[in-house]
């Protein structure tokens, strides 16, 4: 007899996930907490999970691959490097204020060494970095000497780590305004354009 998968349930161990590594780092999540704290039987985890590695994995698989979906989407829409940088950021930032727990997983799991994205998922930004290059030297709106790194680091990178400075109220500003938006598109700008 099948097994009946409960959505509802798969939800809580992705978000009590999200949450444990957050809160503890990597290390400092087990599964044990992570099945207690989504209420279920750690049994029920490893239906879906070899071990924690596999589910933190999925989790930044997943997470990673929305906001390159995103930038997709806008590269294929023919907006300008300003505009879809712009875009970007607001995204990065809707984030921060709906599901702050997403965007300071990412930020955990960025500068956690045990953890790498995949190689497809890698090589998929590699190609929509350079899509952007392409068309930004091509418009004129980019240096010439600018680098697929580059467009990651301030396209992706530094919009995460400015946001986490707000989150951690590190220099006693918390907000995450229109304001903001505008002071981190220009920050990107500056450093990329001709």
Same mark, same amino acid.
């Given at each position: 007899?099948?097994?009946?998968? =409960?959505?509802?349930? @798969?939800?809580?161990?992705?978000?009590?996930?999200?949450?444990?590594?957050?809160?503890?780092g990597?290390?400092?999540?087990?599964?044990?907490?992570?099945?207690?704290?989504?209420?279920?039987a750690?049994?029920y @985890?490893?239906?879906?999970?070899?071990? $924690?590695?596999?589910?933190v994995?999925?989790?930044?698989?997943?997470?990673?691959?929305?906001?390159? =979906?995103?930038?997709?989407n806008l590269?294929?829409?023919?907006?300008?490097?300003?505009?879809?940088?712009?875009?970007?950021?607001?995204?990065?930032l809707?984030l921060? $204020?709906? %599901?702050p727990?997403?965007?300071?997983?990412?930020?955990?799991?960025?500068h956690?060494?045990?953890?790498?994205?995949? =190689?497809?998922?890698?090589?998929?930004?590699?190609?929509?970095?350079?899509?952007?290059?392409?068309?930004?030297?091509?418009?004129?709106e980019?240096?010439? =000497?600018?680098?697929?790194?580059?467009?990651? @680091?301030?396209g992706?990178?530094?919009?995460? %780590?400015?946001?986490?400075?707000?989150?951690?109220?590190?220099?006693?500003?918390?907000?995450l305004?229109?304001k903001?938006?505008? %002071?981190?598109?220009?920050?990107c700008?500056?450093? @990329?354009?001709?």
């Amino acid at each position: 007899m099948a097994r009946i998968i =409960d959505d509802n349930k @798969l939800e809580r161990i992705k978000n009590a996930t999200i949450e444990m590594v957050v809160a503890n780092g990597y290390g400092g999540a087990s599964i044990s907490k992570i099945a207690k704290n989504a209420g279920v039987a750690e049994g029920y @985890l490893y239906r879906f999970y070899a071990g $924690k590695n596999e589910l933190v994995n999925d989790l930044l698989y997943a997470n990673v691959n929305e906001l390159a =979906d995103s930038l997709e989407n806008l590269l294929e829409n023919h907006h300008s490097v300003w505009d879809i940088f712009n875009m970007m950021i607001v995204k990065l930032l809707d984030l921060a $204020k709906n %599901q702050p727990d997403k965007i300071k997983f990412l930020y955990v799991l960025m500068h956690d060494y045990n953890f790498n994205m995949v =190689d497809d998922q890698r090589e998929r930004i590699y190609n929509l970095c350079l899509r952007i290059k392409e068309n930004g030297i091509k418009s004129k709106e980019l240096k010439e =000497d600018v680098t697929e790194e580059e467009i990651y @680091l301030m396209g992706v990178t530094f919009p995460i %780590q400015f946001i986490n400075l707000r989150l951690k109220n590190f220099f006693k500003q918390s907000q995450l305004t229109e304001k903001e938006t505008e %002071q981190i598109l220009n920050i990107c700008i500056n450093s @990329l354009k001709q």
